[in-house]
């Protein structure tokens, strides 16, 4: 068996250099955080009025007199619906970490 050393490929990458790193805690993080929970209403609003416009009721009358009523449901509007409020959602998340960042995360304290 012959054994040669194998690649890593550690060379590929370059060396890590000293600098400030990257501050999470930003204050304007909480107005991301308002205007996304605006867009997520506004998307909540929209996914609510695809939802109950995808039907219509359709009424006929049999030839013995009786009402015959079902529905027509309209898939695009459905799959809208759904896709929507899977924006809305995320949103939302998306918000509740921005203003986690924003009022959360600190600078680590220097050990006396």
């Not at 049999?62 to 509007?77: C, I, K, M, N, P």
Request: glycine share 8%; hydrophobic share 55%; proline share 8%.
């Amino acid at each position: 068996m012959i054994d040669l050393p194998q690649p890593t490929g550690a060379e590929l990458w370059p060396p890590d250099e000293p600098g400030p790193r990257a501050r999470l805690h930003k204050p304007w993080r909480t107005l991301v955080a308002v205007v996304e929970v605006v867009l997520a209403v506004l998307a909540g609003w929209a996914a609510y009025a695809c939802w109950h416009n995808a039907s219509a009721p359709v009424v006929t009358q049999a030839q013995d007199g009786a009402f015959l009523e079902s529905h027509r449901y309209f898939g695009g509007l459905l799959a809208a619906a759904i896709g929507i409020g899977t924006v809305a959602a995320l949103l939302l998340v998306d918000a509740v970490r921005q203003l986690l960042l924003a009022v959360r995360a600190r600078a680590p304290r220097a050990k006396d």
